[in-house]
């Protein structure tokens, strides 16, 4: 079924590669479906969360697991799936990716429970950390032109960030006319068809471009641990509490982990992280922004959905509606940001992005109890600073690495992402526990709690302007003043 080509096969002439994005429109359309299926899953159950919730008779903690179980898989395997790209095939491990994440798909037919549902949630996010690396890396690879290269990463990642972005408003249709688990049966005949055309729009892996010698298992090992008891620790932060002790033993063990892991990387010959690639300062402040970007969005679009529902009483068709606005953002933005970055230069156009990030969350603060206008503005200008803080930091991250790990560096791309995906998480639900605690009303909320809740969200983009505007300091620092994507 897949790839004969072995790794010790003879390197074969290989095809020219397309000089227009019209010539490369099958690779393009299949990478970018791809994708799609990838970021769709990851937001299209916001909205659903509530029915779920009465569904499934689950409460808070159930269902931010439901939402956790994909970012806990999904960051602390990205690495792997990034490796494995490099050593075994882009193209190969790209394709696995997609047959599982169809299969577990499908597995939503058997799920009448909380627990099994986050199961479901957790094989998907394993898969879809197989897509991710190898998505980028073969697009990245796809022209010799930079131009067209800095062209087709800009179409992936919008259309990656649209497919994100449309998820609550598919969701709140979708479960307006039928069962929630149509929303995860989906994936199955749309993972299939990008199977199919990554099978017949890419060319097989040259084992030229790959990395050579065997996998690193302790690394892998070591990686996946230390992620995977770091994202744990956030949820447990907002379950259990930051200083209790369930917390507090799984973020050391995450630190001894991670400390175990750079010290395995330092020593082995062939490790599956090359630790030297932090050294460049592109790969460095790419990674902060990604994260810091990715925290205020998935901050913003977690907090708002459950807003529209539960303080507001909306229908979940008007609340996927209502996030609108991030989708005509980011299209919008397309090609304002292209003009200012060539004109501003990488380290102006990321600070710029990242100022209209922290305007967005402190409009969102202050003027939240007015109504939806200034919610809908807000997420506009998230959304529009988010791509040009992203596709930026995307182009500059994957051009700057050698041409046998970007498969590698596609994932540590997508794990900055994630890691901000899940702090932005964390920070709203662990300050909403906080204050208005962790049982929620059912039905429709008294005044006096749906003000409350709206007060804890005030607080949670408060905070999350105050970690973007700290953790961006750091990161634009670490860029250049380039205007090119040649330039490092």
Known sequence: MFDSTTLDSPAREASPKPTSLRAAAPALIALSLAMLVEMVDNSVLNVALPTIGRDLHSGTGGLQWIISAYSLT?????????SLGDRLGRRRVLQWGLLG??????LVLFVHSTGALIGVRAASGACAALIAPGTMSLMFRLFDDDVLRARAISIIVVVAMTGFAIGPAVSGLVITHVQWQVLLLANAPMALVAWLGVRHGIEPDDPGELRAGGADLPGAALSVTAIALGLYAFTLGVADGWLAGTTLACAVAAVAAGIGFVMREHRTEKPMLDLHLFHHPTVRGSAFLQTTAMLAM???VFASTQLFQFAWGWTPLRAGLATLPIVVGMLLAMPVADVLVRRLGH????????ALLIAALVLLAVALPVGYPPVALAMFVVSAAMRLVMVTCAVDLLDALPEDQTSIGAALNDSAQELGSTVGVAVVGTIVAALVGTALPSGVWPDAFAADFTHALQVSFFVLAAITLTVAVIGVRALTNSKTVEEH
């Open 74 to 82: 999904f960051g602390a395997l990205l690495l792997v799936g990034g």
């Open 101 to 106: 994440f169809a299969a577990a798909g499908a």
């Open 298 to 300: 998935v901050g913003v």
């Open 347 to 354: 380290r102006l156009g990321a600070a710029l992005g990242c």
